[in-house]
Every structure is written in C-alpha cells, then in structure tokens.
Nanobody
C-alpha cells in the first residue's frame, strides 16, 4: 500500500507560480512511474506530467514549458513546479504512482484568478 499526500495548492493570480508536492510518508517511490493529473469540474481527470526516476519526463502540450515535474534524491517526494499559471489551469491536482497497481493522492485544489 502506498499512501500519497499532496500539498502546496492554493489561490494565486494569473502569471504567478506555485509548487505542488507529493510525498509517500518516507517510503521510496523508486519502483513507480510518477505522474500528476488534474480534474476540472464535471470533467474527466486528465494527464499533466509524468516522471520516470531515470530522469525521463513528459508533459501534456498545454503545460509544456510552464510546468516542471521533478523528484527528490531519496525518491520519496515528487514535485510539480508551475509557472505562468493561467485561469484555465484551475483544477484539482492529483499525484499518482503507477506500477502493478496505481495509487492516487487525495488531490489539492489550485485556483488561478484573473
């Protein structure tokens, strides 16, 4: 069982930056591919960014160049650095650890005002 806890969400203005964190209570996430998803009201959850611990990262087109996914050296925490935030980035952001079983955090709200 992997318990993921996201933090760092909040209310910011368009153009601001915010960094989300996803921690696994000290447990190593080295065996999992990590990702961030987001969910808009009344919409399906959508992929935002992914990380392999080998260093490979990938992003959805709408955040490419603005968001950066990274992890700490201990491979227990994953971050999502978000810059130049837009109103349309407003959503609940979820962290996921994927392997033979997928695990999800509880989500953290990001609200970007104009």
């Amino acid at each position: 069982q992997v318990q993921l806890v996201e933090s760092g969400g909040g209310v910011v203005q368009a153009g601001d930056s915010l960094t989300l964190s996803c921690a696994a209570s000290g447990r190593s996430l080295s065996n999992y591919r990590m990702g961030w998803y987001r969910q808009f009201p009344e919409k399906e959850r959508e992929f935002v960014a992914g990380l392999w611990w080998s260093g490979k990262t990938y992003y959805t087109d709408s955040v490419q160049g603005r968001f950066t996914i990274s992890g700490n050296d201990a491979q227990t925490t994953v971050y999502l650095q978000m810059t130049n935030l837009k109103v349309e980035d407003t959503a609940v952001y979820y962290c996921t650890a994927g392997g033979t079983q997928d695990y999800w955090g509880q989500g953290t709200q990001v609200t970007v005002s104009s």
